[in-house]
């Protein structure tokens, strides 16, 4: 589980840092941690489908609704459809640096339209554990930090898919990480 121990303002400091670092980072190497969270959901099967088990618990203790547990419900398949979808997003062409349009000033200056990361990207999310890893791939692949809120609901589940992309990134070396 995810203790908070910074304030709301540090993390987002930490993730502003990291994103200069993160728009200066390569495809390949976003790419290959991309790769490698998808690896990481694979290996620790066990451990995400464990954590979520206990989020299940609690909302069927808690009486939510079938239809929110169904959304928390993390299942071999489910998590096999996550790493698929982190390594598609991996296999998209890189948007950064991307020309969208351009031309040529009478003066001679050149005008061009190109893609550039955002910076930091803020989530907030519901009873969603999948999106924990959705965002954070498409984030990497975009070249931007970000900042994930998920529900209470899935606390265990959202702490070990962030520790999974946590490790994941650690492993590529060059990219900028924050644990918790």
């Given at each position: 589980m995810a203790?908070?121990?910074?304030?709301?303002?540090?993390?987002?400091?930490?993730?502003?840092?990291?994103?200069?670092?993160?728009?200066?980072?390569?495809?390949a190497t976003?790419?290959?941690?991309?790769?490698a969270i998808a690896a990481g959901l694979e290996a620790r099967l066990d451990d995400v489908l464990e954590a979520n088990?206990?989020?299940?618990?609690?909302g069927e203790d808690a009486e939510i609704s079938s239809a929110l547990l169904d959304r928390l419900r993390l299942t071999p398949d489910r998590v096999a459809g996550i790493a698929r979808g982190t390594r598609e997003i991996a296999a998209l062409r890189d948007p950064v640096g991307e020309v969208l349009e351009g031309f040529r000033l009478p003066n001679g200056l050149d005008v061009r339209k190109v893609r550039v990361p955002l910076g930091v990207v803020?989530?907030?999310?519901?009873?969603?554990?999948?999106?924990?890893?959705?965002?954070t791939?498409?984030?990497i692949k975009s070249g931007n930090a970000i900042v994930l809120r998920g529900s209470s609901m899935a606390e265990h589940s959202n702490a070990m898919l962030a520790e999974i992309a946590r490790e994941a990134v650690?492993?590529?070396?060059?990219?900028?990480?924050?644990?918790r």
């Open positions: 203790v908070q121990t910074r304030s709301v303002a540090q993390i987002c400091a930490d993730a502003k840092q990291a994103s200069r670092a993160l728009a200066r980072t390569d495809s976003r790419n290959a941690a991309l790769e088990a206990l989020d299940v618990k609690a803020a989530v907030v999310y519901e009873s969603r554990p999948n999106v924990t890893i959705d965002c791939a498409l984030a650690a492993g590529v070396g060059s990219l900028p990480r924050r644990s």
